[in-house]
């Protein structure tokens, strides 16, 4: 599979490098091509000097968790992806796709062959609960599960059971409102959306009648944003659930709810709202409990209940509201539970990694070596640089922030490279690059197969199949 030429597509005329001087090209490869890594090459782009971008990515496609963390049936938040296509257009821009850093070229190599080299790589993995019970079968990481209806191409094999009466969604945040709503929508819901035809079909065929979300601490302290709150009020096959004594704030909630006229206290409102709702009648219900810990995952062999233990609101000498046990426990019977504490960053092989905070270590983007210096010419953006937290914009930003300590290391000589072709690099190694044309050929065909259904696109879900379609082009020149 990795035996066959570059595919065509456009290229760029490229000279061999030594130290950088202003009239050349500044040369960076920016690793990763979510928005952190669209952001930052727009932004180095923009510059009011010449720049070139090769941005590198493991997958066949771009656009990171727009295309395959972002809800299906959120489709508005997708639209980030015209920035980055007019990114794309711009002069001195080319695309790497189906490129893995430390497996077909180092970041040693990376910072031979250019001035400056960008990590943009996200969190590619999560946070774990550390309790009992936690692997069984049916006890699932909610990445792996958006990764799946979203049609990631390594997650497609995923066997997720969903002939379950009741699935239990650990966290509150906006990732877990995203699973526990997607387990709630009906099928006219699903049907418009671009998530991979196999969930689609899954999702419609699961027996999940009840949906419980629990958050460890109080409806005040949600992690998840008021719009995406209200929408789990407004599904057309779902009653959300809300006890009114959850929603009796501690002393500690209210005087922060004072202090947070915003976030927090809509929030809260939207939930008051909810628990005043007399019982509904839909097929489905979705309980969203607070000060509820999980404790241990019990089943044989697979999950048929989850032990969580009811937590007091107590402020920490800071004034963080923190979750602490009261040792009464609750067993609930579920068939499937969804962990979504959050994502986690991954080291890359020759980077430094922060493992405790699951971060690059870095001052503004620009990467520290052990002794706490900065390493001239690496830098990062995004999730891997702050940790997984804010939305799509947040990155924008972010990456400006790198981007420009990169063009003022550039301003002050601190960049050079030895010059080379990552193209010819590759090409000895066998690895077939999908160019950005390879990448237009699968957004062509995928949105051509959601036209007649009024969906977006209907996604190729396999490597064999994005990699086909971007040799189409092949066959075609
Ligand atoms: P998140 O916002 O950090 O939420 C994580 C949740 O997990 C929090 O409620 C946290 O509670 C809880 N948690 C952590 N450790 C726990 C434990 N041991 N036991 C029980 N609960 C625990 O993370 P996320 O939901 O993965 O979202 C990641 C980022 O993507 C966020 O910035 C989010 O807003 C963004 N996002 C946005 C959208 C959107 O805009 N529609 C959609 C999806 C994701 P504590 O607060 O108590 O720590």
């Known amino acids: 599979m990795r035996l066959r030429p570059q595919l065509p597509g456009r290229r760029r005329r490229l000279r061999r490098l030594q130290p950088l001087t202003a009239d050349r090209a500044l040369r960076v490869a920016v690793v990763g091509s979510g928005p952190a890594g669209f952001f930052t090459a727009g932004h180095l782009l923009a510059a009011d000097r010449a720049v070139e971008v090769d941005l590198l990515e493991r997958l066949p496609t771009p656009w990171g968790l727009v295309r395959l963390g972002v809800a299906p049936d ?60 936690e692997d069984l079968a049916g006890s699932w990481p909610a990445t792996a599960f958006v990764a799946w209806y979203n049609g990631h191409p390594d997650h497609q094999h995923l066997e997720f059971d969903l002939d379950v009466e009741r699935a239990v969604v650990i966290g509150n945040g906006n990732v877990a409102v995203d699973v526990a709503r997607l387990l709630a929508l009906t099928p006219a819901e699903l049907a418009p959306t671009d998530a ?86 839909k097929a489905k219900r979705l309980k969203l409990g607070f000060k509820l810990s999980p404790v241990q995952i019990l089943g044989e062999g697979k999950v048929e209940a989850i032990e969580v233990v009811r937590n007091e609101l107590v402020a920490d000498e800071r004034g963080r509201i923190q979750a602490v046990p009261t040792g009464e426990v ?75 300590r990169l063009l003022e290391d550039a301003r002050a000589g601190l960049l050079r490279s030895e010059g080379g072709e990552l ?7 066998g690895v077939e690059a999908v160019e950005y044309a390879g990448w237009e050929a699968i957004d062509r065909h995928e949105r051509g197969r959601g036209e007649p259904h009024g969906r977006p696109r209907v996604k190729l879900t396999s490597w064999d199949d994005l990699l086909a379609r971007a040799r189409e082009l092949e066959r075609q020149s």
């Not at 938040?77 to 002069?91: D, G, H, P, V, Y």
């Not at 077909?104 to 309790?131: F, P």
């Open 74 to 133: 959120h489709p508005e938040l997708k639209t980030a992806s015209r920035t980055f296509e007019k990114i794309a257009s711009e002069q001195g821009f080319r695309f790497f796709g189906n490129v893995e850093m430390g497996r077909d070229v180092t970041h040693e190599e990376l910072s031979r062959l250019y001035d400056a080299v960008v990590y943009t790589v996200g969190a590619q993995s999560d946070r774990r609960l550390g309790i009992p019970g």
């Open 196 to 281: 991979a035809d196999s969930a689609i079909e899954a999702l419609n065929r699961a027996a999940v009648r009840e949906i419980v979300m629990l958050g460890r601490r109080g409806p005040a302290q949600g992690a998840f944003t008021p719009k995406e709150l209200k929408e789990l009020g407004e599904l057309a096959g779902a009653d959300v659930e809300v006890d009114p004594a959850d929603l009796v704030l501690d002393p500690a909630s209210a005087a922060a709810l004072e202090a947070d006229r915003a976030r927090a206290q809509r929030n809260v409102d939207i939930l008051r709202e909810f628990a005043g709702r007399p019982a509904g009648t």
């Open 330 to 404: 609750e067993v609930i019977p579920c068939g499937l539970v969804l962990r979504s504490v959050g994502y986690r960053g991954v080291a890359l092989p020759g980077v430094p990694f922060h493992e405790e905070h699951g971060v690059i270590p870095n001052r503004e983007g620009r990467v520290l070596g052990e002794g706490g210096e900065p390493l001239p010419g690496v830098y990062c953006a995004g999730w891997i640089k702050r940790g997984p937290s804010g939305v799509i914009g947040t990155n924008k930003k972010d990456a400006a922030e790198t981007a420009e």
């Open 423 to 429: 193209e010819e690099l590759l090409r000895e190694r």
